[in-house]
């Protein structure tokens, strides 16, 4: 400890104030903790500023930009439509703005203390945070760590000028004319979605069976067929083994079918998967308990091997998604408030927004099977539906999985438009314990696509309408 550094007091400590550490930090304070939060970065972490709100927001220019271009079936006709990209930029930031400065309002609202630094735990009741002029020791009662994630780079692809990140991805000055992703999973996907509305010659290499290997085929298979309108090339079962970059672009070298081949093009974007920051902590000092990958161990309460000590987000297992770990921060915030709140995982959605949007809750049809659960796949097409006919946005269905014995509803899938906001009404299913009953006797508004979940409901039950049984 440095002469002068006073140790500060604090009941709780949360690393990190992205959607799970800020999320923690407010939760706790609410409960009628004293919470210090210290973020290094930018407040909201990578999900505000550099990765969910940017990349939707890139992701909505594009269908606005391949919208005024293709809208011919309505009797739409736009000429000379254009991209002012140095624009579609700056919304873009304006929009991440307002959302950090909005989540900086509401952690001083709630008294949460906002420290600028990186942290260091010193043991498992201090922690050190330091930046560029000063270090300063933190005393605490409990520590939440959030520290998120980065994107993996490979050996062969250092991160450059032209072989560049998600980050990298989203903060380009122009469109490229041509760009390689190597990884077909969601973030790869919807990126490469993106820059191919927006006019770029988008080439997918997935070393995989197939792209987006955590959905069911038959939702997959609806993306590929929209990529392919859209000039996208997936090569599946391919290993990219390096890079040469150019002044004015980069010739990638990849293995497919036994093949060696060259591909060129104006950036290479690397998209395989996110390491968890556990590294520079200083976490081996307290002994927390962490596998080979980093990834530290807790139980259903989030509290990691040190009893005093939580971890949430994307360095506990399971996926890294921004909704997961905002959940896991107000199961930790309340376990330390002495709540009997544990984390059940059943009800949390993955969505990818991808052309159609795939949304996946609870079990999928084979999961249930290998389970060895009797259940009853129930399906209803998008195509069906009043209101994705007048949208002209019919590919798609909404599946329900349930239980043959007594219909409760026990995972759902959904391929089509507005299926990022249609999951919800099944998440809350799951954790209501409801049945297929329970859901086709709620009124849903006509004409909405939330009808589709109440059709699926009936042809669940086996009573559909609008569909021959």
């Given at each position: 400890m440095v002469v002068g550094d006073f140790p500060i007091e604090t009941d709780t400590i949360v690393i990190g104030a992205g959607p799970g550490g800020y999320v923690a930090a407010i939760r706790a304070a609410q409960l009628g903790q004293k919470?210090?939060?210290?973020?290094k970065g930018s407040l909201g972490g990578v999900c505000l500023n550099v990765g969910c709100i940017p990349s939707k927001a890139l992701i909505a220019a594009s269908h606005r930009y391949e919208s005024a271009l293709h809208s011919d079936d309505m009797g739409i006709k736009a000429e000379n439509v254009t991209v002012d990209f140095t624009k579609v930029q700056e919304w873009k930031a304006g929009v991440v703005k307002k959302?950090?400065?909005?989540?900086?309002?509401?952690?001083?609202g709630n008294k949460v203390e906002i420290v600028r630094g990186e942290a260091y735990f010193v043991d498992d009741h201090n922690i050190r945070?330091?930046?560029?002029?000063?270090?300063?020791?933190?005393?605490?009662?409990?520590?939440?760590?959030?520290?998120?994630?980065?994107?993996?780079?490979?050996?062969?692809?250092?991160?450059?000028?032209?072989?560049?990140?998600s980050t990298g991805a989203l903060s380009l000055e122009e469109i490229p004319n041509k760009l390689i992703v190597i990884g077909g999973g969601y973030v790869g996907t919807e990126l490469g979605t993106a820059y191919a509305n927006l006019g770029s010659e988008v080439t997918i290499l997935e070393g995989a069976d197939d792209i987006l290997s955590g959905f069911e085929k038959q939702m997959t298979a609806l993306v590929k067929r929209n990529l392919k309108k859209k000039n996208v090339e997936i090569v599946t079962k391919a290993m990219a083994k390096g890079v040469e970059e150019t002044e004015n672009g980069v010739k990638v070298t990849f293995d497919a079918k036994g093949e060696e081949k060259t591909i060129e093009a104006d950036y290479v974007l690397v998209t395989v998967g996110r390491k968890p920051n556990t590294d520079e902590l200083g976490l081996e000092q307290v002994g927390i308990k962490m596998t080979d990958r980093g990834v530290i161990e807790v139980d259903k309460q989030c509290r990691t091997s040190v009893n005093n000590i939580f971890a949430i987000g994307d360095i506990v297992p399971g996926p890294p998604l921004a909704h997961k770990a905002s959940y896991e921060g107000k199961i930790a915030a309340e376990a330390i408030s002495g709540h009997p709140s544990e984390v059940d995982y059943l009800g949390i959605p993955a969505v990818v927004f991808s052309e159609p949007e795939l949304?996946?809750?609870?079990y999928t049809e084979a999961q249930a099977k290998d389970e060895g659960l009797d259940i009853t796949a129930a399906k209803f097409p998008f195509a069906a539906n009043g209101r994705a006919l007048a949208l002209n946005n019919t590919d798609g269905f909404v599946k329900l999985i349930?239980?043959?014995?007594?219909?409760?509803?026990?995972?759902?899938?959904?391929?089509?438009?507005?299926?990022?906001?249609?999951?919800?009404?099944?998440?809350?299913?799951i954790e209501a314990g409801m049945t297929a009953e329970d859901i086709a006797m709620t009124i849903h508004a006509h004409p909405t696509l939330g009808e589709i979940t109440m059709e699926a409901a009936e042809v669940a039950l086996g009573t559909p309408i609008h569909i021959v049984k």
């Amino acid at each position: 400890m440095v002469v002068g550094d006073f140790p500060i007091e604090t009941d709780t400590i949360v690393i990190g104030a992205g959607p799970g550490g800020y999320v923690a930090a407010i939760r706790a304070a609410q409960l009628g903790q004293k919470v210090t939060i210290v973020e290094k970065g930018s407040l909201g972490g990578v999900c505000l500023n550099v990765g969910c709100i940017p990349s939707k927001a890139l992701i909505a220019a594009s269908h606005r930009y391949e919208s005024a271009l293709h809208s011919d079936d309505m009797g739409i006709k736009a000429e000379n439509v254009t991209v002012d990209f140095t624009k579609v930029q700056e919304w873009k930031a304006g929009v991440v703005k307002k959302l950090t400065s909005g989540v900086e309002g509401l952690l001083k609202g709630n008294k949460v203390e906002i420290v600028r630094g990186e942290a260091y735990f010193v043991d498992d009741h201090n922690i050190r945070v330091m930046d560029e002029n000063s270090a300063q020791t933190y005393t605490f009662k409990n520590a939440i760590i959030a520290t998120g994630s980065r994107p993996i780079e490979l050996p062969s692809f250092k991160y450059s000028k032209r072989v560049i990140d998600s980050t990298g991805a989203l903060s380009l000055e122009e469109i490229p004319n041509k760009l390689i992703v190597i990884g077909g999973g969601y973030v790869g996907t919807e990126l490469g979605t993106a820059y191919a509305n927006l006019g770029s010659e988008v080439t997918i290499l997935e070393g995989a069976d197939d792209i987006l290997s955590g959905f069911e085929k038959q939702m997959t298979a609806l993306v590929k067929r929209n990529l392919k309108k859209k000039n996208v090339e997936i090569v599946t079962k391919a290993m990219a083994k390096g890079v040469e970059e150019t002044e004015n672009g980069v010739k990638v070298t990849f293995d497919a079918k036994g093949e060696e081949k060259t591909i060129e093009a104006d950036y290479v974007l690397v998209t395989v998967g996110r390491k968890p920051n556990t590294d520079e902590l200083g976490l081996e000092q307290v002994g927390i308990k962490m596998t080979d990958r980093g990834v530290i161990e807790v139980d259903k309460q989030c509290r990691t091997s040190v009893n005093n000590i939580f971890a949430i987000g994307d360095i506990v297992p399971g996926p890294p998604l921004a909704h997961k770990a905002s959940y896991e921060g107000k199961i930790a915030a309340e376990a330390i408030s002495g709540h009997p709140s544990e984390v059940d995982y059943l009800g949390i959605p993955a969505v990818v927004f991808s052309e159609p949007e795939l949304a996946t809750v609870g079990y999928t049809e084979a999961q249930a099977k290998d389970e060895g659960l009797d259940i009853t796949a129930a399906k209803f097409p998008f195509a069906a539906n009043g209101r994705a006919l007048a949208l002209n946005n019919t590919d798609g269905f909404v599946k329900l999985i349930t239980r043959k014995d007594d219909g409760l509803v026990i995972g759902a899938q959904i391929a089509g438009p507005s299926a990022s906001d249609m999951i919800s009404e099944l998440g809350l299913a799951i954790e209501a314990g409801m049945t297929a009953e329970d859901i086709a006797m709620t009124i849903h508004a006509h004409p909405t696509l939330g009808e589709i979940t109440m059709e699926a409901a009936e042809v669940a039950l086996g009573t559909p309408i609008h569909i021959v049984k």
